[in-house]
């Protein structure tokens, strides 16, 4: 039972940057839709990353690591890639350096 623990709590880093990006999306969905943010608009954020967050603590290590995490991963792959589609269409993909490269264009 050990071994496990060790492996939940050493991923637990990580899960807390996530579930960071997941509460800050529904800052930056409101940003974007209504050209303002309330503190309301943080809501569904937190409540979703509170409930990912309960689970991850209570849920037995074969649950956290085999749903949890691998849908925490390709939530916050989707928020990445989103990001990216976004300032390539809003035009300021020039501003960030190339990922393969390191280079600003």
Excluded at 34 to 54: C, F, R, T
Aim: glycine content about 6%; some cysteine.
């Amino acid at each position: 039972p050990a071994l496990p623990a060790v492996l939940v709590r050493s991923m637990t880093a990580f899960m807390h940057i996530a579930w960071t990006a997941m509460a800050g999306r529904s800052l930056g969905i409101a940003k974007a839709l209504k050209g303002e943010v309330q503190l309301a608009d943080l809501a569904p954020g937190v409540l979703v990353a509170a409930l990912i967050h309960m689970a991850w603590n209570t849920a037995p290590p074969i649950i956290s690591f085999g749903f949890i995490l691998p849908f925490t991963v390709e939530s916050l792959r989707r928020q990445i890639r989103t990001a990216l589609d976004d300032e390539k269409r809003w035009g300021y993909e020039c501003f960030a350096p190339d990922e393969r490269t390191g280079e600003v264009e």
